[in-house]
């Protein structure tokens, strides 16, 4: 099939560097510039987010590559090695988020920062981190649903170097990177709006993401031919969107209508620090 994408982009001194890994780099990167700027909006310093992500993004990878494995164990158990083998593929979205949030929660206690306030600033740039990361996926030819077929594709008015590489094992693919990509690309706009121009409370901007992307999350993964599963063939990505779907939107509204010690979401404050 023409215009297949080779999943590397150069070599480096007899090493071949992936796109995937230039992706999810650039989108690192991205991330932490829009979450540097929000950061002083709300009063943090200006090198918060990034002592952050020194310490989140090492343990985030160890995290997402862990989940990745405990949910596959079995040929790691025939093959240890390959458990350091990341550049074969095996890292997870959600292990690489649970990871970092337990980082965040040690790192805002140890520099006396609201947690609430700090993930309402880093949840628009990690939606918009995870829909430039799909696309590594793409580059790899992985995270990709069931057979289908071309006219399908071209219905969905795809450019035709998304559908020429949906050819995967003799069949079109649904572009399921795709469809995730664009939900979280609009879910990063919309909470951007919401965020300038309604009045929200410490949480619900991230809560907000937890709701949207978990909601997607479960019916796009539904889609996908490469699913972790556990207890007994139930795809273990579904049930912790669903988990997190339910207990996001219960939080979002004992928080709204119960709390009334909150406080607000709120930008420019020019201040240095945000404390408890």
Not at 41 to 68: C, H, Q, S
Not at 82 to 107: E, P
Not at 156 to 181: K, V
Request: aromatic letters at 16%.
């Amino acid at each position: 099939m023409i215009g297949q994408i080779n999943r590397t982009a150069f070599e480096l001194f007899g090493l071949q560097i992936y796109w995937y890994a230039i992706i999810i780099v650039s989108g690192i990167a991205i991330a932490l510039w829009l979450a540097n700027r929000e950061a002083l909006r709300v009063g943090l310093k200006e090198d918060d987010m990034t002592n952050f992500i020194l310490w989140a993004l090492p343990i985030a990878i160890i995290g997402a590559r862990l989940y990745y494995i405990l949910f596959d164990l079995e040929p790691y158990l025939a093959d240890p090695i390959q458990i350091f083998n990341t550049r074969s593929g095996g890292l997870a979205i959600y292990g690489g988020l649970i990871a970092a949030a337990i980082v965040l929660i040690v790192y805002t206690r140890h520099h006396f920062i609201d947690p609430w306030l700090f993930l309402d600033v880093v949840a628009p740039s990690v939606m918009l981190a995870q829909a430039m990361g799909r696309w590594g996926n793409f580059t790899n030819h992985e995270a990709y649903g069931g057979e289908t077929t071309r006219q399908f594709l071209e219905g969905l008015h795809l450019p035709q170097f998304i559908i020429n590489n949906m050819y995967i094992d003799g069949a079109f693919r649904q572009p399921t990177f795709f469809y995730e990509s664009m939900w979280s690309l609009l879910g990063f706009i919309l909470i951007l709006i919401v965020r300038k121009k309604l009045l929200v409370k410490r949480g619900e901007l991230f809560l907000s993401y937890v709701i949207w992307y978990s909601f997607g999350r479960f019916f796009i993964e539904g889609m996908r031919t490469d699913s972790l599963y556990a207890f007994g063939g139930i795809r273990v990505s579904q049930v912790l969107s669903l988990i997190l779907f339910v207990g996001g939107i219960f939080l979002f509204y004992y928080r709204r209508k119960k709390r009334t010690d909150i406080k607000l979401y709120e930008r420019d404050k020019g201040t240095n620090q945000a404390l408890i």
